[in-house]
């Protein structure tokens, strides 16, 4: 998990030694990493879930009661600036990885958008024109 405000990412790394294993997991949370749509009070705007696995997860916004969450999904929002929300994990499993991996697919369904304008390569209309004359 990286630290950044407002963003999230995710990553693993195996390493003869532990600090190899960090580094690796570190360079891959950072290419996994995306932009967290959030309210004016560091919430988030609706409900989201996700299942990874067995894990089921339920974000729900909640105004003022503060971060109410366990286990590796309140890391993970701890880490992404995230408060007043709850967390709730619908499964019986304790596994942490899988657990983290469906906050971050969760997570992933408030990725905020960015606002793309694509130029066309031609537009049609001077190409109708421009074929038109050549008809004449």
Known sequence: MEIKKESV?????KGGDTAIAIAKALRQAKKNMFKIKTTKDMSIPH???A???SAKLTIMP?????????????DMLIL????NVTAK???GSKN????ARAAYKTLYQLKEKTAVIKIPAF????????VAGEVK
């Open 9 to 13: 990412g995710l990553g693993t790394g």
């Open 123 to 130: 537009i049609p209309e001077v190409i109708a024109e421009a």
């Open 51 to 53: 299942k990874f696995g």
């Open 62 to 74: 909640n105004r003022g009661k503060g971060l109410v969450s366990g286990s590796t999904v309140r």
């Open 96 to 99: 942490k990885l899988n657990n």
């Open 80 to 83: 992404a600036g995230i408060k």
């Open 89 to 91: 994990l619908h499964s």
């Open 47 to 49: 409900e989201v879930g």
